[in-house]
């Protein structure tokens, strides 16, 4: 069965840090662009960051830019999102997607989310 679980969301203070992780199985990850969005309540979706299948280009929105750091371990099928800094404005569930396109095909699969509260 083709899965990304993402982990390691909670409950974290202003200011503090988190790391979460998106693991794939039934697929290899190392072809695929990997991006994290979230969802805050009552808000819709938002694009947080981006890594491309080789690892060495990312990029970040704005909002997260300069705090968050996006990673990747192709040989533990494993994409991280490193949260430092963290605001209560980046409360939200984080979703991890995953993305291969060859011509006529395209490979989409998001994970399930896990919530990130940050709040004193």
């Known amino acids: 069965e083709v899965q990304l679980v993402e982990s390691g969301g909670g409950l974290v203070q202003p200011g503090g840090s988190l790391r979460l992780s998106c693991v794939a199985s039934?697929?290899?990850?190392?072809?695929?662009?990997i991006t994290w969005a979230r969802q805050a309540p009552r808000k819709g979706p938002e694009w947080v960051a981006v890594?491309?299948?080789?690892?060495?280009?990312?990029n970040y929105a704005n909002s997260v830019k300069g705090r968050f750091t996006v990673s990747r371990d192709n040989a533990k099928n494993t994409v991280y999102l490193q949260m430092n800094s963290l605001k209560p404005e980046d409360t939200a569930v984080y979703f991890c997607?995953?993305?291969?396109?060859?011509?006529?095909?395209?490979?989409?699969?998001w994970g399930q989310g896990t919530q990130v509260t940050v709040s004193s």
């Open positions: 997607n995953a993305q291969f396109g060859i011509p006529g095909r395209l490979y989409d699969y």
């Open positions: 039934g697929f290899s990850l190392e072809t695929y662009d």
């Open positions: 890594i491309n299948a080789r690892g060495d280009m990312t």
